[in-house]
């Protein structure tokens, strides 16, 4: 359950910490005391969409967070499976709402993502605002109500899995199914593509290669004239008589000289070393051999420039386009022995045409029955909630296969009794509204295994009697599970187990908001503002203590 919420810096709220208890609790206060800012706050933290314009003028941050405690089982899972630290059966929500539309997410303490706490949110809380009274007017939410009563969640998973390969199949054989003239316009492209590329003979990297070799060519003069320049500076040539020589020469005079003076036989050394080494130089430059050669030059011209046009046409390098040839010819061969390969498919086309159909079937049989049920009970919940003549059914129309199975169906409502049921855009009003909601919630609340539901103004469109039992409904869903209300009605504020008053108040250019939890005191003076107004008389004060009596 929710436990604690603690906002900061969110519109006239600069900083409300709210402890919450089990049970049902209702939030009371004017309009525009900041109410719907609790609500925001609350969406904040199950990872709903924000805007910078939530961040209190002249704040540079605004922050939520959220403690929720009593955790079990699937949202333990589910906390394992998002890598989120364990702290026990608590889990600490926080998000950070920047002015420049950024947002810093926390789950016990650990970075997150906006997505992470999206798919925690529906499995900590469940707000019912006004505009889900609302979707009540679109018949396409209709069957997920009934399906939710139904159990019927793995057998829709199963029928959209058939469905969604039965359409990959039968795209698969639209595709073969080409026109006649089409498929030869195809085939000869293809052919060409794959051809052209297929006599290239491309292999990776060669491009690279080519260019190196083509680097070599060109400079090969140049590397020739270098060669035969250090060639004669070693051994000389007609006007020169080249190193070498004179190294010989050196060497001979100071080997001469060593037998006189021994300290120079380490240069001796050194030079014969030289010789050597110029000696070996000189070989090695005799072996090298570089022609400039201008049709091998041409030719990896013309190899570079085939590459460069392949590459435009089909990839951006050697890989990219070998691998578009064979794609080519995967294509090629599809269209090439499409016949029998649509055989095959069409054959796999029926098989689970089949099993699409037969899923679906079995889904509108178990809706069919659940729908009976689910509308009496669902009649047996309003006729509570004092709209005991109401007349609320089944509406199921058969249809070809879609993504749902081959039902559309929407629920039809008949306000007053000898008036013909029709949809609930035609008739019901905003009361009726948010009293069909409730006693759809509460049907399904077994199957909603949420620990904590938040009525944001269910009240909406009721008074007298039909509030009572809005309240009392709203009890008895709290006994195994948390409930929170915003009401303005004061027989439903009284049935509640905790109050909390939200006032606003105004600091100099500034207005602030603030939460505080009511004793029985304070509930009573609250009670009798919601029954009377701004002044308290005691007779509103004897009103309000009488409901609290009667809370039972």
Do not use: W
Request: hydrophobic share 40%.
């Amino acid at each position: 359950m929710l436990s604690q919420l603690f906002i900061c810096n969110i519109a006239v709220i600069e900083q409300a910490s709210i402890d919450l208890e089990s049970g049902f609790t209702v939030l009371t206060g004017e309009t525009g005391a900041g109410k719907s800012i609790i609500i925001d706050a609350i969406h904040a933290v199950l990872g709903e969409r924000t805007s910078k314009e939530l961040v209190r003028t002249g704040a540079k941050t605004a922050s939520v967070s959220a403690l929720f405690t009593e955790l079990e089982g699937e949202v333990l899972s589910l906390l394992e499976e998002l890598s989120v630290p364990s702290e026990g059966d608590t889990l600490l929500v926080q998000r950070e709402i920047r002015i420049d539309g950024k947002s810093l997410c926390k789950l016990n303490g650990a970075p997150a993502t906006v997505s992470m706490l999206k798919t925690l949110g529906p499995h900590l809380v469940n707000i019912h605002g006004q505009h889900e009274s609302y979707e009540l007017l679109s018949s396409e939410v209709h069957m997920t109500y009934l399906d939710r009563f139904a159990d019927l969640e793995e057998l829709i998973a199963s029928y959209q899995n058939s469905y969604r390969r039965l359409r990959d199949l039968g795209h698969r054989i639209e595709e073969l199914q080409m026109e006649e003239g089409e498929k030869a316009r195809r085939l000869d492209l293809l052919r060409y593509q794959l051809n052209e590329i297929d006599e290239a003979e491309l292999k990776p990297g060669e491009r690279e290669m080519l260019l190196r070799q083509r680097e070599l060519y060109r400079s090969s003069e140049k590397i020739a004239d270098s060669v035969e320049l250090v060639k004669s500076l070693l051994t000389g040539d007609e006007s020169s008589r080249g190193i070498l020589p004179d190294l010989r020469e050196a060497a001979s005079e100071i080997e001469k000289s060593s037998s006189y003076l021994p300290e120079l036989e380490e240069a001796c050394q050194k030079l014969n070393e030289a010789g050597f080494l110029l000696e070996d130089a000189s070989s090695l430059l005799r072996d090298s051999t570089v022609e400039f050669d201008p049709q091998a030059l041409q030719e990896v011209e013309d190899r570079l420039d085939l590459i460069h046009r392949l590459t435009l046409k089909y990839g951006e390098s050697e890989e990219a386009v070998l691998a578009f040839g064979e794609k080519c010819r995967e294509s090629l061969h599809q269209i090439e022995f499409s016949e029998e390969e649509r055989g095959t498919l069409e054959q796999e086309y029926e098989e689970e045409k089949k099993n699409s159909i037969s899923l679906a079937k079995e889904l509108s049989e178990r809706r069919r029955t659940a729908a009976a049920e689910f509308c009496e009970k669902v009649k047996a919940e309003l006729a509570f909630l004092n709209m005991p003549g109401i007349e609320f059914l089944p509406e199921i129309e058969r249809v070809p296969l879609y993504s749902m199975g081959c039902d559309k169906m929407q629920f039809l409502v008949s306000a007053n009794k000898g008036e013909p049921a029709k949809p609930m855009s035609k008739i019901a009003s905003g009361g009726e509204l948010s009293r069909i909601m409730l006693a759809i919630k509460t049907v399904l609340s077994g199957k909603d295994r949420v620990d904590t539901l938040i009525f944001d103004e269910v009240d909406t469109g009721i008074s007298g009697e039909a509030a009572v039992k809005v309240g009392q409904k709203l009890k008895e869903v709290s006994k195994d599970r948390q409930v929170l209300c915003i009401t303005h009605l004061a027989p439903i504020a009284a049935l509640a187990e905790h109050h909390l008053l939200i006032e606003k108040h105004v600091e100099g250019e500034k207005t602030f908001t603030q939460v505080e939890a009511l004793d029985l005191e304070g509930r009573k003076r609250a009670l009798a503002g919601i029954i009377g107004g701004e002044k308290v008389t005691e007779l509103q004060l004897k009103m309000a203590e009488e409901l609290l009596q009667k809370r039972g």
